[in-house]
């Protein structure tokens, strides 16, 4: 109990510590909230799909709002003038997020050419849930669908200048990949191999690196 509460203070002073220095180099996103797409609740209704008011930006840079029905793999927009029946599909290659009013959940945004292990299933272009981003380091969650109920979700890590790592859920897997890619923060690397950092804390991970990146040496994590 009393190792637990240290590592939750110790967690907490650090990231006040490098926080207040990276606060005003690094820009804070903090999007709308909104829900995973294409899952049943919000997808469908007795009567069919069904669209919810959003804006949505393209890869040209330019903001839409509209009527949006999210896929994993494409929107597809209706105008927000309800006499207006027209319909204009958008595949997730040609957008670059999108929201929805009045929804909890993050912004959607797609990730290109990710590869999901052990299904040997590539992904070009899909939608997928931000959790963090800060600089060029991104945390996200990808939802595969499954044929009943709800998906499986794995978690899609970004660093400045490399591809897309799909974060494993076995530990071992997890812990070798983790000490390869933050090797240089020496406080992460030694909780790493302490075995006190599992997939759980991968957004606690990746902020405290993206900071401490800003700040070096002086942010040592400490895991709860």
């Given amino acids: 109990m009393k190792k637990a509460l240290l590592g939750s203070v110790y967690l907490f002073v650090g990231l006040c510590l490098y926080g207040q220095h990276a606060h005003a180099q690094f820009p804070t996103y903090a999007p709308p909230r909104m829900p995973v797409p294409a899952m049943p609740p919000m ?15 393209l890869r040209d840079g330019s903001w839409h709002e509209g009527r949006i029905l999210p896929e994993m793999e494409q929107i597809t927009v209706k105008s927000l003038d309800k006499k207006d029946k027209s319909e204009t599909p958008y595949p997730a290659g040609e957008v670059v997020c999108y929201t929805l009013a009045g929804i909890t959940g993050d912004t959607m945004r797609v990730a290109s050419n990710f590869m999901i292990p052990r299904k040997e299933e590539y992904h070009a272009n899909s939608f997928v849930r931000q959790i ?93």
Avoid at 43 to 57: A, C, D, F, L, V
Avoid at 142 to 163: D, F, N
Avoid at 172 to 201: C, I, N, T, W, Y
Wanted: positive net charge; charged residues 20%.
């Fill in 43 to 57: 997808m469908y209704g007795n009567t069919g799909p069904s669209y919810s008011k959003g804006w949505y930006q």
């Fill in 132 to 224: 963090f981003r800060q600089g060029g380091y991104r945390l996200s969650e990808y939802i595969r669908p499954a044929a009943v109920g709800y998906g499986t979700a794995y978690q899609l890590l970004e660093l400045p200048g490399q591809s897309i790592q799909v974060v494993p859920t076995k530990y071992k897997e997890f812990q070798e990949m983790m000490l390869r890619l933050f090797s240089d923060h020496p406080g992460l690397v030694m909780q790493l191999e302490a075995g006190r950092l599992g997939p759980d804390k991968m957004r606690d991970m990746l902020e405290a690196y993206a900071r401490w990146k800003l700040t070096p040496p002086n942010v040592i994590f400490k895991a709860e």
